[in-house]
């Protein structure tokens, strides 16, 4: 009913930039929060920032200052803007949404994109 497509992931080098996008499509209604999450190798996943559909944002220690995320409700679309990356960014991005669907009964339902791969050299 949903689909989530992520794009912009890749390799970059310590201290450059990357943006990440997320444009989500299907049966919808109304999007809720948006936001994005990593999981780093070896490791769990874990949040990046969130944005509301309002606009309202929330970063995590590592992103503050260096991370943006933005939305556009007109496309669907969430952004995060990544700068001065350093090794330790390296991980699977993955942008999640929270989701009314038309079908009102089915409520809101939590959605996960495929993931983008993020991979900053040393």
């Known amino acids: 009913q949903v689909q989530l497509v992520e794009s912009g992931g890749g390799l970059v080098q310590a201290g450059g930039s990357l943006r990440l996008s997320c444009v989500a499509s299907?049966?919808?209604?109304?999007?809720?929060?948006m936001g994005w999450y990593r999981q780093p190798p070896g490791n769990q996943r874990e949040l990046v920032a969130t944005?509301?559909?309002?606009?309202?944002?929330n970063y995590v220690d590592f992103a503050k200052g260096r991370f943006s995320i933005s939305r556009d409700n007109g496309k669907k679309a969430v952004s995060l803007h990544m700068n001065t990356l350093k090794p330790e960014a390296t991980a699977v991005y993955s942008c999640?949404?929270?989701?009314?669907?038309?079908?009102?009964?089915?409520?809101?339902?939590?959605?996960w994109g495929q993931g983008t791969q993020v991979v900053v050299s040393s």
């Open positions: 944005i509301t559909s309002t606009g309202s944002t």
């Open positions: 299907g049966s919808i209604f109304r999007i809720d929060d």
């Open positions: 999640n949404t929270r989701i009314q669907l038309r079908d009102m009964t089915l409520g809101v339902v939590n959605y």
